[in-house]
Protein backbone atom coordinates (compact mmCIF):
# COMPACT_ATOMS: atom_id res chain seq x y z
CA UNK A 1 0.00 0.00 0.00
CA UNK A 2 1.25 3.10 -1.14
CA UNK A 3 0.50 6.71 -0.83
CA UNK A 4 -0.20 6.72 -4.41
CA UNK A 5 -3.50 4.77 -3.61
CA UNK A 6 -4.86 7.44 -2.15
CA UNK A 7 -3.89 10.32 -4.20
CA UNK A 8 -3.77 8.90 -7.61
CA UNK A 9 -1.61 12.08 -8.90
CA UNK A 10 1.26 13.66 -7.06
CA UNK A 11 -0.07 16.79 -7.53
CA UNK A 12 -3.13 15.60 -5.72
CA UNK A 13 -0.96 15.36 -2.58
CA UNK A 14 -0.76 18.94 -2.68
CA UNK A 15 -4.53 19.87 -3.53
CA UNK A 16 -5.35 17.53 -0.01
CA UNK A 17 -8.58 19.52 0.75
CA UNK A 18 -9.94 19.24 -2.62
CA UNK A 19 -12.84 16.82 -1.54
CA UNK A 20 -13.31 18.96 1.24
CA UNK A 21 -14.67 22.35 -1.17
CA UNK A 22 -17.12 20.02 -2.72
CA UNK A 23 -18.49 18.59 0.63
CA UNK A 24 -18.85 22.05 1.96
CA UNK A 25 -20.73 23.53 -0.92
CA UNK A 26 -22.71 20.05 -0.74
CA UNK A 27 -23.34 20.58 2.92
CA UNK A 28 -24.54 24.38 2.56
CA UNK A 29 -27.13 23.42 -0.27
CA UNK A 30 -28.69 20.41 1.69
CA UNK A 31 -28.51 22.01 5.35
CA UNK A 32 -30.10 25.58 4.00
CA UNK A 33 -33.06 26.85 5.46
CA UNK A 34 -36.53 26.83 4.43
CA UNK A 35 -37.18 29.38 1.69
CA UNK A 36 -33.21 30.10 1.68
CA UNK A 37 -32.27 30.02 -2.33
CA UNK A 38 -29.33 27.75 -3.29
CA UNK A 39 -27.23 30.45 -4.66
CA UNK A 40 -27.48 32.34 -0.94
CA UNK A 41 -26.38 29.58 0.78
CA UNK A 42 -23.29 29.31 -1.22
CA UNK A 43 -23.08 33.20 -0.69
CA UNK A 44 -23.21 32.46 3.14
CA UNK A 45 -20.71 29.60 3.25
CA UNK A 46 -18.02 31.88 1.44
CA UNK A 47 -18.68 34.48 4.16
CA UNK A 48 -18.56 31.98 6.63
CA UNK A 49 -15.70 30.57 5.38
CA UNK A 50 -13.68 34.12 5.48
CA UNK A 51 -15.23 34.50 8.98
CA UNK A 52 -14.11 31.44 10.77
CA UNK A 53 -10.17 32.27 8.60
CA UNK A 54 -10.68 28.93 6.88
CA UNK A 55 -7.97 28.52 4.53
CA UNK A 56 -9.93 28.11 1.72
CA UNK A 57 -10.81 31.69 2.45
CA UNK A 58 -8.16 33.22 4.22
CA UNK A 59 -5.27 35.21 3.39
CA UNK A 60 -1.91 35.15 5.74
CA UNK A 61 1.72 34.16 5.32
CA UNK A 62 0.73 30.14 5.41
CA UNK A 63 -1.86 30.37 2.49
CA UNK A 64 0.43 32.85 0.54
CA UNK A 65 3.20 30.27 0.69
CA UNK A 66 0.66 28.05 -0.64
CA UNK A 67 -0.17 29.90 -3.32
CA UNK A 68 3.36 30.98 -4.74
CA UNK A 69 4.86 27.15 -4.60
CA UNK A 70 1.07 26.40 -6.63
CA UNK A 71 1.72 29.29 -9.24
CA UNK A 72 5.63 28.30 -9.23
CA UNK A 73 4.89 24.87 -10.83
CA UNK A 74 3.12 24.75 -14.14
CA UNK A 75 1.75 20.93 -13.00
CA UNK A 76 0.25 22.28 -9.99
CA UNK A 77 -1.23 25.29 -12.22
CA UNK A 78 -2.41 22.89 -14.42
CA UNK A 79 -4.15 20.38 -11.86
CA UNK A 80 -5.49 23.93 -10.48
CA UNK A 81 -7.01 25.02 -12.97
CA UNK A 82 -8.84 21.43 -13.36
CA UNK A 83 -10.04 21.02 -9.98
CA UNK A 84 -11.86 24.70 -10.51
CA UNK A 85 -13.60 22.89 -13.57
CA UNK A 86 -14.77 19.77 -11.94
CA UNK A 87 -15.92 22.11 -9.26
CA UNK A 88 -18.30 24.30 -11.77
CA UNK A 89 -19.37 21.10 -13.24
CA UNK A 90 -20.11 19.96 -9.59
CA UNK A 91 -22.11 23.05 -8.17
CA UNK A 92 -23.99 22.90 -11.81
CA UNK A 93 -25.29 19.40 -10.70
CA UNK A 94 -25.77 20.55 -7.20
CA UNK A 95 -28.14 23.43 -7.99
CA UNK A 96 -29.56 21.63 -10.91
CA UNK A 97 -30.75 18.92 -8.10
CA UNK A 98 -31.70 21.46 -5.76
CA UNK A 99 -33.92 23.17 -8.40
CA UNK A 100 -35.41 19.62 -9.55
CA UNK A 101 -33.80 19.49 -13.02
CA UNK A 102 -32.70 16.14 -14.28
CA UNK A 103 -29.78 18.01 -15.86
CA UNK A 104 -28.01 21.31 -15.20
CA UNK A 105 -30.19 24.22 -17.50
CA UNK A 106 -27.74 26.11 -19.93
CA UNK A 107 -28.07 29.37 -17.21
CA UNK A 108 -27.13 27.18 -14.05
CA UNK A 109 -24.29 26.16 -15.56
CA UNK A 110 -23.39 30.14 -16.29
CA UNK A 111 -24.25 30.94 -12.65
CA UNK A 112 -21.56 28.06 -11.25
CA UNK A 113 -18.66 28.69 -13.90
CA UNK A 114 -19.14 32.33 -13.67
CA UNK A 115 -19.02 32.01 -9.39
CA UNK A 116 -16.10 29.47 -9.44
CA UNK A 117 -14.60 32.08 -11.85
CA UNK A 118 -15.60 34.40 -9.47
CA UNK A 119 -13.88 32.68 -7.03
CA UNK A 120 -10.18 32.30 -8.85
CA UNK A 121 -10.63 36.12 -9.39
CA UNK A 122 -11.36 36.89 -5.32
CA UNK A 123 -8.19 34.75 -4.63
CA UNK A 124 -5.99 36.50 -6.56
CA UNK A 125 -7.08 40.14 -5.37
CA UNK A 126 -7.28 38.57 -2.04
CA UNK A 127 -3.56 37.11 -2.18
CA UNK A 128 -2.38 40.50 -4.15
CA UNK A 129 -3.95 42.70 -1.41
CA UNK A 130 -2.10 40.39 1.18
CA UNK A 131 1.09 40.52 -0.74
CA UNK A 132 0.75 44.53 -1.03
CA UNK A 133 0.07 44.70 2.55
CA UNK A 134 0.61 42.20 4.52
CA UNK A 135 -2.86 42.63 6.41
CA UNK A 136 -5.05 39.53 6.24
CA UNK A 137 -7.90 41.72 6.95
CA UNK A 138 -7.39 44.00 3.78
CA UNK A 139 -7.00 41.22 2.11
CA UNK A 140 -10.01 39.22 3.16
CA UNK A 141 -12.36 42.63 2.19
CA UNK A 142 -10.77 42.47 -1.54
CA UNK A 143 -11.65 38.87 -1.73
CA UNK A 144 -15.40 39.29 0.03
CA UNK A 145 -15.92 42.34 -2.52
CA UNK A 146 -15.48 40.25 -5.39
CA UNK A 147 -17.42 37.29 -4.17
CA UNK A 148 -20.10 39.87 -3.46
CA UNK A 149 -19.97 41.06 -6.61
CA UNK A 150 -20.11 37.96 -8.73
CA UNK A 151 -23.08 36.40 -6.50
CA UNK A 152 -25.13 39.29 -7.09
CA UNK A 153 -24.75 39.08 -10.79
CA UNK A 154 -25.03 35.19 -10.33
CA UNK A 155 -29.01 35.57 -8.91
CA UNK A 156 -29.61 38.05 -12.05
CA UNK A 157 -28.33 34.93 -14.26
CA UNK A 158 -30.53 32.44 -11.79
CA UNK A 159 -33.40 34.24 -11.41
CA UNK A 160 -33.39 34.53 -7.49
CA UNK A 161 -32.16 38.43 -8.00
CA UNK A 162 -34.66 40.46 -5.72
Same mark, same amino acid.
Given at each position: &???? !????????????????? %? &????????? @???????? !??? =??? /???????? =??FA???????????? &? !?? $???? $?? %?? %?????????? /??? &?? +????????? %?? @????A? $???V??? $???????????????????? @?????????? +??? +??????????
Amino acid at each position: &MTVF !NYFPRKEDLFFDREDEG %R &MLAEEALLD @RGEGVAPI !NAL =HAL /IHRLAEER =HPFAWFDIRTARFRRT &M !NA $SPAL $SA %RA %REILDELARD /IAR &ML +AREAGERAA %RP @RTRLAA $SMLVAAW $SVAQEEGHGTFSRSGRSDAA @RAAFLSVIDS +AFA +AARVIDGTAT
